[in-house]
């Protein structure tokens, strides 16, 4: 079965706009990527750092690949997973929606940019309707179109 979900990807701001590039290019090797949110560059107040991040929506077949070790590749890729679409899971190792996705605004709103009408399973308010309920402090800029990480080329960056 296809199961979908939110990733959220980021580095640190010195890195740049390519090593963010590189991070989603390597994720492909066992993901399907559908959609990005727009990519940004903020001071996160919860990493105390600037970092460029972007929400993936991404797609994998659940008969072929263990979410466990998907984990483990979020985990070294730096990346977290925000949420699958329609499931809720609390376990010490993986609880899904992640508490960050309400938790921080800005990811919330980067999250209903690309999946506007997925339904939050704790608060069961979709992400639009989430997403209006908090401002962000963090101050963000914009840097280029989600588009630009999913239709990447393999040119100058591995």
Do not use: C
Request: glycine share 4%; net charge neutral; hydrophobic share 45%.
């Amino acid at each position: 079965m296809i199961i979908s979900g939110l990733l959220h990807v980021y580095v640190p701001a010195v890195e740049g706009v390519d090593s963010l590039k590189r991070k989603v290019f390597q994720l492909r090797k066992n993901l399907k990527i559908s959609k990005s949110s727009m990519v940004y560059k903020r001071f996160s107040a919860a990493f105390q750092r600037q970092q460029i991040e972007a929400v993936l929506q991404i797609e994998y077949d659940d008969q072929e690949v263990d979410i466990k070790l998907l984990q483990k590749e979020f985990f070294d890729a730096k990346a977290t997973l925000l949420m699958i679409e329609g499931q809720l899971k609390i376990d010490p190792l993986m609880t899904l929606p992640h508490p960050n996705l309400v938790m921080d605004p800005f990811l919330l709103k980067m999250s209903a940019e690309i999946a506007p009408y997925w339904e939050h399973k704790v608060s069961q308010n979709t992400l639009t309707s989430l997403s209006t309920q908090f401002v962000s402090s963090d101050p963000a800029e914009f840097l280029t179109q989600g588009s630009d990480l999913i239709n990447l080329t393999i040119k100058g960056l591995v």
